[in-house]
Nanobody, 115 residues
Framework: QVQLVESGGGLVQAGGSLRLSCVAS????????MGWYRQAPGKQRELVAT???????NYADSVKGRFTISRDSATNTVYLQMNSLKPEDTAVYYC?????????WGQGTQVTVAS
């Protein structure tokens, strides 16, 4: 069983920065991709950024140039560096690991950006 635990969320002023972390535990192997998604109140969950096993990064247009995804393969950890945060970035952020056999989600971490 794979468990994902996110951390690093919180309250920040507009223009500020936060760094989210997601660490996987359990039997983790053959990770195909890692990613961050977010869900704001009353909205559907949306992709924020993903990174594949080969290192290819993909970002939502709304965060390009402000957010950076990275990973530490040795510890099965994925990070999301968020700079120049805006109030519209307020949401619950979820990490997702896609393995060759299944996909797993974290429990989410709240990010609130005050104007």
């Amino acid at each position: 069983q794979v468990q994902l635990v996110e951390s690093g969320g919180g309250l920040v002023q507009a223009g500020g920065s936060l760094r989210l972390s997601c660490v996987a535990s359990g039997i983790v192997f053959s990770i195909q991709a890692m990613g961050w998604y977010r869900q704001a109140p009353g909205k559907q969950r949306e992709l924020v950024a993903t990174i594949t096993r080969s290192g290819y990064e993909n970002y939502a247009d709304s965060v390009k140039g402000r957010f950076t995804i990275s990973r530490d393969s040795a510890t099965n950890t994925v990070y999301l560096q968020m700079n120049s945060l805006k109030p519209e970035d307020t949401a619950v952020y979820y990490c997702k690991y896609t393995l060759s056999t299944a996909a797993y989600w974290g429990q989410g971490t709240q990010v609130t950006v005050a104007s």
